[in-house]
């Protein structure tokens, strides 16, 4: 039953996925705000398509530290899920992600509509200048900017070691990191195609102000907070 319901999800998500990439197109035009907002229609779809047909609902906890103005969100990375979940979740919002993306046919043209920060993973030095760059323009212009500091989907169970620039990014702006936990592996795994019946939970936690904090405390608060999270919602 669990592998008839994860095709009929990826029917209908293969389904939408190429009319979506057409509105996001023809969205160019207006403000990225604006478009976002469009383009966002695509992952509320996914997530009840997931509800629906996979039997995978969301618990959220620590709504009330979402902050009112933008912020710097440092999410675990264990999923394709919370890439989805935290448009719903949360304000308009950009993510840092590897340029290879954009070049998937029709989810990386969606995509590229979003304003990412679209970065060179090799390129190293660049691209956390990138980051800093393109991520302080991001904030100005409203959208909370997303970044997964352990770089790419860690398995369940599992951590990653992680990176800095998110950390830079908020002690070079003044703007707080909001570190967020999650168990979403458990029932979509990384990689996966089957997608198991249950509930997420979603653990925001409080703002971590850098005011007087380096980037690497700012890093190392988030990381304690995160992972002790995790094991706690598990």
């Known amino acids: 039953m669990v592998f008839i319901r994860s095709f009929i999800f990826a029917l209908f998500q293969l389904l939408i996925t190429p009319v979506f990439t057409l509105l996001a197109i023809l969205s160019f035009p207006f403000h990225p705000i604006t478009r976002y907002r469009i383009i966002s229609g695509w992952a509320l ?3 009840w398509l997931l509800r629906v047909l996979c039997g995978i609902r969301m618990e959220v ?3 009330e530290n979402i902050p009112a103005t933008p912020a710097i969100l440092l999410c675990k990375h264990q999923s394709a899920w919370e890439t989805i979940a935290l ?3 949360f304000p308009p919002q950009v993510w840092v992600l590897k340029r290879e993306l954009l070049w998937l046919p029709f989810f990386g043209w969606g995509l590229a509509m979003t304003s990412p920060i679209a970065i060179k ?3 190293g030095k660049g691209a956390v200048r990138q980051l800093l760059k393109q991520g302080k323009e991001r904030l ?3 959208f909370f900017v997303v970044i997964f500091p352990e770089g ?3 398995p ?3 951590r990653g070691k992680y990176k800095i620039g998110g950390a830079l990014l908020s002690a070079s702006t003044g703007v707080p990191v909001v570190p967020i936990a999650h168990n979403a592996g458990k029932l979509w795994g990384r990689n996966s195609f089957l997608k198991r019946p249950g509930v997420i939970t979603m653990s925001i936690g409080a703002p971590i102000n850098p005011d007087g904090l380096k980037a690497e405390e700012i890093n190392r608060r988030a990381e304690e907070w995160i992972e002790a999270e995790v094991k706690r919602i598990n």
């Open 45 to 47: 779809s996914v997530m």
């Open 61 to 63: 906890r620590g709504a």
């Open 156 to 158: 369940y169970g599992q």
């Open 140 to 142: 100005d212009m409203g």
């Open 121 to 123: 993973r090799s390129d």
């Open 87 to 89: 448009q719903k979740v």
């Open 152 to 154: 790419t989907r860690i």
